[in-house]
């Protein structure tokens, strides 16, 4: 059954880096059709659409958070991969990770997410 | 970068209602618009896509319509499972955004 499974830590201190990482299981991130997305949010608000990553490297950014952002794709692993650096405590969010339909823009799959709290 | 409005915030409605959202766009997004719903604790769902079109497993009693900047979803005869957040979503111009949300909650 195609999942994609979340991991990474729910807690990071302010200043430092904020690392996530989504496995795709039943399926291969080696995709024509999709590309893999990390999507957030905060207690109580909306959705905000963090980044974008082809498995050929094409990736989109949320410009506010450019700067601090990296998104990578491992296509051994079929894992993709978020890292925000120098977090505050704005970026306490629940992260989801997302298939994303090329040419369609919607998120047609999402995982379970992971609730990271910024805090010392 | 495009700006979606959803209201209203809160919708109160009974089970066999029809439930009318509305999404409207700062700039045109075409059809380039999508809709889900989100339950506590859940991922947002897919419902609709290219404002219209329902994603695989969705009921018929919801649909979609609208293009341009003015968009509605319609869920007809409300099932108890369906009172939920709403969000409405564009892809026409990065980046993505999604709109505030509107809560439907039984009345």
């Known amino acids: 059954q195609l999942q994609l499974l979340q991991s990474g830590p729910g807690l990071v201190k302010p200043s430092e880096t904020l690392s996530l990482s989504c496995s795709v299981s039943?399926?291969?991130?080696?995709?024509?059709?999709?590309?893999w997305a990390w999507i957030r949010q905060p207690p109580g608000e909306s959705l905000e659409w963090v980044g974008t990553?082809?498995?050929?490297?094409?990736?989109f950014y949320k410009p506010a958070l450019k700067s601090r952002l990296t998104i990578s794709v491992d296509t051994s692993k079929d894992q993709f991969s978020l890292r925000l650096d120098a977090v505050t405590a704005a970026d306490t969010a629940q992260y989801f990770c997302?298939?994303?339909?090329?040419?369609?823009?919607?998120?047609?799959?999402w995982g379970q997410g992971t609730v990271v709290t910024v805090s010392s | 970068e495009i700006v979606l409005t959803q209201s209203p915030a809160t919708l109160s409605l009974s089970p066999g209602e029809t439930a009318t959202l509305s999404c409207r766009a700062s700039?045109?997004?075409?059809?380039?618009l999508a809709w889900y719903q989100q339950k506590p604790g859940q991922a947002p769902r897919l419902l609709i896509y290219?404002?219209?079109n329902r994603a695989t497993d969705i009921p018929a009693r919801f649909s979609g319509s609208g293009s341009g900047t003015d968009f509605t979803l319609t869920i007809s005869s409300l099932e108890p499972e369906d009172f939920a957040m709403y969000y409405c979503?564009?892809?026409?111009?990065?980046?993505?955004?999604f709109g505030q949300g509107t809560r439907l909650e039984i009345k």
């Open positions: 997302a298939r994303q339909r090329r040419g369609l823009g919607n998120f047609d799959l």
């Open positions: 039943g399926a291969s991130v080696i995709s024509s059709v999709y590309s």
């Open positions: 990553i082809h498995y050929t490297g094409t990736v």
């Open positions: 700039q045109s997004v075409s059809s380039y």
């Open positions: 290219d404002a219209s």
């Open positions: 979503q564009q892809r026409a111009n990065w980046p993505i955004t």
